[in-house]
């Protein structure tokens, strides 16, 4: 097999010089597995400690691995969004996650994005919206 023979094209439309901030909680696992010493507030602090000194397990990244991102911890309020970003925005169909069954299928999951004065609220993964 030649690799020309099993090569996919893909095609994007990528953004440049851009800025998010990302909001993030901590949830325990369900009931019984975690440690009853386990609190949110240690975790949230364990995340935060290791966040404003740029630590990590994996290297972030946006969507897929080949769009890896530098992150800085944001104290206090968010700054307000750009004028220019006010207003709502229909941005289309934006890849969510993979679903891997059990049997080795793998399925994309897609929600319909829109942002409202700069902010892109996106969806749990159960969220009736979401499309595969």
């Not at 949830?27 to 400690?49: C, F, I, N, Q």
């Not at 006010?86 to 399925?107: I, Y």
């Amino acid at each position: 097999m030649h690799v020309d023979e099993d090569r996919q094209q893909r095609a994007s439309t990528l953004l440049k010089d851009v800025a998010y901030i990302i909001e993030a909680r901590v949830e325990l696992t369900a009931k019984g597995r975690a440690d009853p010493s386990e609190s949110v507030a240690k975790h949230l602090e364990m995340a935060r400690r290791r966040a404003a000194k740029g630590q990590y397990f994996h290297h972030p990244y946006l969507g897929t691995r080949e769009f890896a991102c530098d992150f800085a911890l944001l104290d206090g309020e968010p700054p307000a969004p750009d004028e220019s970003l006010m207003g709502e925005r229909d941005l289309g169909w934006m890849a969510l996650d993979f679903d891997f069954a059990p049997n080795g299928d793998t399925t994309p999951r897609f929600f319909r994005a829109t942002m409202r004065d700069g902010v892109i609220e996106v969806p749990d993964i159960t969220d009736p919206g979401i499309v595969g």
